[in-house]
């Protein structure tokens, strides 16, 4: 496993294209939303902000670039070779989105760690790592998923859009108008339980127990994800 996340690390860091759109864009957004905070919570709240700067690494630096990841792979058949070794499935997975994981939660951290210096520190600090941690596995649940319906690298740039905008979209929604109305259609969309328990964790105000609930829409989407990868997603190229 960690010999293909080494490889699969060497990769990344060659493509120039990977790394502009999917590392260093996401990170110019967080450094616009952190620069101009003080205008922006103006119509909003601190909270926002983080979950926000959550969502757009989730969605663009793990969630983009794992479809785009293991699109490229079987389109190459670079998966294909990797099943006639000794390694198991679950293992050639692992190894091939390990890489892109860990410099994603090094993003959200280090980001958030600059954030937190500049307007002050989270409420919650345990939750808001929970928040996270489920907001990324809900994203790469969903990558594996949509790697499942792409059958190629140039091809994930039209099939992760939905997913990618469309949580982004949810965040902004939530995070401006709250889940006093339509809670259960906010919550229930992708990003939009995640995104209010960022909010809480950060701006604190409520009891950690009624926080822990939101989790449940999120873990939800896990399993949802899960299932449609095991039903969709294919080792050899896709015709």
């Known amino acids: ?6 490889s699969e690390l060497t990769q990344i860091l060659r493509d120039r294209s990977t790394l502009v759109t999917s590392f260093f864009m996401p990170l110019a957004a967080a450094a616009f939303f ?3 905070r003080d205008v922006l919570e103006r119509f909003t709240s601190l909270g926002y902000l983080a ?20 699109a490229a792979r079987r389109q190459n058949l670079f998966l294909k070779r990797l099943r006639s070794t000794a390694a198991s499935d679950p293992a050639i997975l692992t190894g091939l989105v390990l890489p892109v994981t860990v410099i994603s939660m ?7 760690v600059a954030f937190a210096v500049v307007s002050g520190a989270p ?3 345990p939750l808001l790592a929970l928040a996270i941690v489920a907001t990324f596995v809900m994203m790469l649940a969903l990558g594996l998923a949509t790697a499942g319906l792409t059958s190629s690298s140039e091809r994930a740039q039209i099939t992760t859009l939905p997913v990618s905008l469309g949580t982004i979209a949810v965040a902004t929604w939530v995070g401006i108008t709250g889940t006093e109305s339509l809670t259960v259609v906010k919550r229930a969309l992708p990003g939009g339980s995640a995104t209010e328990l960022v909010i809480q964790a ?10 822990l609930m939101l989790l449940l829409p999120t873990l939800v989407w896990v399993v949802v994800a899960v299932a449609l990868a095991a039903r969709l997603f294919r080792w050899e190229p896709r015709r």
């Open 51 to 70: 979950a926000v700067l959550v969502l757009t690494i989730a969605a663009f630096s793990l969630y983009t670039t794992v479809v785009t990841t293991l």
């Open 34 to 36: 952190i620069y101009y």
């Open 202 to 211: 950060w701006n604190g105000g409520v009891l950690t127990s009624d926080s």
């Open 123 to 125: 409420a919650n600090i």
């Open 1 to 6: 496993m960690f010999t293909i996340a080494h």
């Open 106 to 112: 090094t993003q959200v951290g280090l980001i958030l």
